[in-house]
């Protein structure tokens, strides 16, 4: 609200900036990918009110590496193979400047009508780059369509709200005089026992019962194990009515088997939902596109740009195949949103925010300045399995299908434990861990878009080197 | 995915994206404020799928005035008078610069201490900055804090699910066998009848009823009219659990009683939300600081930095009393999110989405920047107020408090939307309307930081001529 003119010369200011991004990503590698500092350490950094007075941006600028850098984890150095990759690019960096110069909130079309616009249109594109049914595209005439959503959380949520209005919908047509209430007490929501924690919440954010269905050997939910759950909660008087498969799961990057849950669902007009949030980016690739055969079942789509298509965050996309259905349940306008172009659809009553960025012009860019060609490369993770394969100590878990490695030393939990430890106070590498059939595992994922081969090499002499002292101590 | 690097330079590029944006916006006033575009302009101006080869970034970038910019609502123009403000300054964009580069995730402590971290200090650096009692400070031992949220629609959510949350587990300690389905369809949340939309959104995701409270002639709610209606759903066997009181409506920037409804919802143990989305940033300038008096009675309050208060969007602040109560609504915590200082709270459990960017970056920049004092500035509205006053043909609709101008021409509801739709289709300035107690009005919001007297003036001036016109040929 300050009426002046800030005394900023952006002009200068900004290139300065550039410069400094530039530079701390260009040798990132020489940064310690995880950070010394303990809990509380920013606090006694900085003063304990904002000043009164304005500071010079030098003092600032300064205050970066003296009170943030040292707390950062490194999610873009090439030693970062922790939880899953977060997408990041230099054109989509460019594509945010602009973003955030044109600071429009895009919660009509009317708010700004190149952001509703351009949304929709990349979200076709990218709808026909994974080769989606054309029922999930907009095109100008289409009942489906994509929209960006913040997270995988966020699309899961609206995906499980909007089944649910659509449920009490179809059951209060026959039934007039139950209660909403009523209905919502009886449904029962599905996902499998592998899936994000972010599913369950979705579940008590919407009130609803949520069930997990037990996988196989693969990690991955049968149509045969769906079923009988879906028998015995018909039988005791429950509601079916959504189910959320995961193509990659996070623990492992498993695939739920959606040729046999699909025509289930359908059978039983029970949503499904497809959720692959890490995996969905290889979809783009003709030899892992076979992976998504069944989304012709789903109701709804959503994988992250975000995490593996250069993208920076946040840019979840996300498809259904009846747009009425997800704004149906959402939809309320008052008089100070309303426009002369009130039909022309805007993605807010599909979201839970009402504001929105203009965050497709980071899809446009890097679409553009990559090419699809450019943007359909997976690699290095068969590499490093090969070499945990080469070691009889070591064991794979879980199937290698794209980046991710689920390993660990043959022998116990503690055993396991103790070696994650190590490697993540050696500082060199950064891994986290997953529970894969009660076994504690160890996950290598490459992530960082400069992750070369010597990376991922010289990661596994690391860990076979700590490795081979942790067993040599144990010997003695 | 794709693993080589980026043929971009963006030393190079990265300086001419910052030459743009400064040119744009230096020069923003000399481009039309709204746009002349038709529905589905965009999509023939563009094929219809992604380049299968790369692009050259002189091309990409020739298309942003190509395709993009007559697209473009432009907020941040000085004739843009519509919704609320959204707040943008170059010390906000230079920090979201650092942030896209530093790229992390801060789900958890341990994804980046700092993310974590500054946010923490920037919530209480502001909290302190509007005076907000102790409770809600996170402090180094406090038992309140603050969250950045996406936007306050999140925030009102978030806090009426913690509330149900509550009550759920408070009548099922003194009733084990009442099921949680049970005490939801009992459960009764309030507003005020001038209250945005969101919050009866967050009603219908919610699964509880939400009812609107009647509004005394300032469009504001009283403390009896909400005893009324408690007293009377209590008879009918509900239990009322939640109240969101708005400081600055949207509508007319109506203000609820909160001094007169706090007492009441903290003695029948409701939860009090306060939404300031856009009032909120005016509490740090002492002269409105007695607007939020009665905030001691609250257990959540929030108001949008990312509004006016030069911190680009999303940013909006939330603080609760007790952060126990939020994070006990949502926590879920996997191994592969499990991390040694696990004790050190994220804000990723008081929110919807799991990952979150490093947004407290950009509040940091603009507080020191400006510091307090160049924060302090409210102007203009009443500027434009007192030029409507003197003109007789119209009225102020609702009581001018902050930046916001209800008006309407003496007469009827035709009349003045007929002067709106000329106002807007003359492309000069850009306005939207508001209903009042059945009125049609125009809001005349002071948006961008650019806007100075001599706008104002010129934006009266224009709107007196259109109506000087309109009543002439209303007359023949």
Chains 1, 2 share one sequence.
Not at 25 to 37: G, T
Not at 59 to 74: A, N, Q
Not at 146 to 166: D, F, M, N, P
Not at 416 to 434: D, F, G, Q, T, Y
């Amino acid at each position: 609200m300050a009426k002046f003119t800030s005394k900023i010369n952006y002009h200068l200011r900004g290139k300065e900036m550039v410069d400094y991004v530039a530079d701390y990503l260009e040798n990132i590698e020489k940064r310690q990918v995880y950070p010394d500092v303990e809990p509380g350490y920013l606090r006694s950094l900085i003063p304990e009110e904002a000043p009164l007075e304005a500071e010079s941006y030098e003092d600032v600028v300064k205050d970066i590496e003296r009170v943030i850098m040292p707390g950062v984890t490194h999610w873009h150095s090439p030693y970062f193979y922790a939880y899953f990759p977060t997408a990041h690019s230099f054109p989509a960096m460019l594509a945010d400047m602009l973003c955030g110069a044109i600071g429009c909130i895009g919660f009509s079309w009317a708010a700004s009508p190149a952001c509703t616009e351009l949304e929709t249109v990349m979200l076709d594109w990218l709808g026909k780059m994974l080769k989606l049914p054309e029922d999930f595209l907009a095109g100008t005439e289409g009942s489906g369509g994509g929209v960006i959503q913040g997270t995988a959380s966020e699309a899961t949520l609206i995906a499980l709200l909007a089944a649910r209005s659509k449920i009490v919908k179809l059951i209060q047509t026959d039934h007039p005089d139950r209660s909403e209430t009523d209905i919502i007490s009886k449904l029962v929501a599905y996902s499998s026992d592998q899936a994000h924690s972010s599913v369950e919440r979705a579940g008590l954010i919407g009130g609803v019962r949520m069930k997990k269905i037990p996988t196989d050997s693969k990690f991955s939910v049968r149509g045969a194990a769906l079923q009988k759950v879906l028998e015995e909660d018909r039988a005791a008087g429950l509601i079916p009515f959504f189910f959320c498969a995961t193509l990659g799961t996070t623990p492992s990057c498993a695939f739920d088997c959606i040729t046999e849950l699909g025509p289930i669902c359908n059978a039983e007009k029970i949503w499904m939902h497809i959720d692959a949030a890490y995996a969905g980016s290889a979809f783009i690739c003709p030899e892992f596109r076979p992976l998504l055969n069944g989304i012709e079942f789903a109701d709804s789509f959503n994988f992250n740009p975000h995490k593996w298509l250069l993208v920076n965050f946040d840019c979840s996309a996300m498809w259904v195949k009846k747009r009425s259905d997800i704004i149906g349940a959402f939809k309320i306008e008052p008089l100070y949103l309303k426009h002369d172009h009130q039909e022309s659809g805007n993605q807010s009553h599909w979201q839970i925010p009402l504001g929105r960025r203009f965050r497709s012009l980071k899809m446009w860019f890097v679409f553009r300045m990559y090419g699809l060609k450019g943007l359909q490369h997976v690699g290095l993770a068969k590499e490093f399995e090969s070499l945990v394969k080469a070691d009889q100590r070591f064991e794979i878990s879980a199937d290698v299908v794209l980046g991710l490695v689920c390993f660990r030393l043959k022998g116990s939990n503690e055993l396991n434990e103790i070696l994650l430890k190590r490697i993540n106070s050696a500082r060199k590498i950064h891994l986290v861990p997953c529970q894969l059939a009660g076994k504690f595992v160890l996950r290598f994922a490459v992530c960082a878009r400069t992750t070369e081969s010597r990376h991922v090499r010289e990661a596994w002499s690391h860990i076979s080197h700590l490795a081979s002292e942790l067993l040599q101590e144990l010997r003695h």
